[in-house]
């Protein structure tokens, strides 16, 4: 019905869902997928349904506890707030019909409902999308460089607290955006390939997703031959070795 009267496709429907700015905690999915466990074991052991041992017996004996500080279920415990807080589309009445959509819903991973807040997140970003004219990755990556960070409503915000600060979030973002594009404009630039270079001026450089700035950069057969360690961990972490690159007061290797 959400789709139908916002006139997506369920394919539409599906890559917003993975946006950051719909889902800030999606940078925890490649960890998740590590595990090869099913959300629903994980929820038992958060809850307390399965135990431990149970619980190590199914982790990949070739998993690296490292990327997840040297204890998976600590890390577990410790994301548990985060895990549970994924949004995703669920069919809560457990039919078996792969092709339909019509009993899907949008839940968190715990099964809980949405928040209102959630819904109204949903329609800010489909109605910038339309505007824009970009595509679903594009509009997601503007939104994550140039939104204000503090502005971000918080899982624990009440209704009031987070429409203000989503609304506060929203004028900003449209500010910074119009600079975007007369910068844009005056140098004859367009969303490909030029989009993701540009918001680099202002944000990190984007390792989100297969469309991704650091991708295109670094993740190439000519750079990858000189050193491999540009190339993602497995676990969503890049450049995780080279602890001289995190320290921003440490001299630049030589």
Known sequence: LFARRLNLSYEELIDIVRTQFVNPYSHLIPKLEKLHINFTTIQAFLQGTLSEADFEARLPEDLDPTAYGGDV??????????IMGLIVLS????????????TVEFRYLSGNG????????????????KKLGWSIEQTDKAIKALYPADQYPDENDHWDTARIKLDAGFRTLLDRLAHLQIVMEELHLKPNPDLLPLLACWSPIDTHGYSSLYRRMFL????????????EDGYGNYLADKKEFQDPDAEPPR
């Open 73 to 82: 279920k600590q890390w577990l415990r410790d994301h548990e707030a985060q």
């Open 91 to 102: 069919d809560p009445t457990g039919s078996k019909d792969v092709c339909s959509f019509d």
């Open 114 to 129: 949405l928040q209102p807040i959630e819904f109204l997140k949903l329609l800010r970003f489909i109605q910038l999308w």
């Open 220 to 231: 190439n057969p000519t750079i990858l031959a000189l050193d491999e360690i540009f190339q």
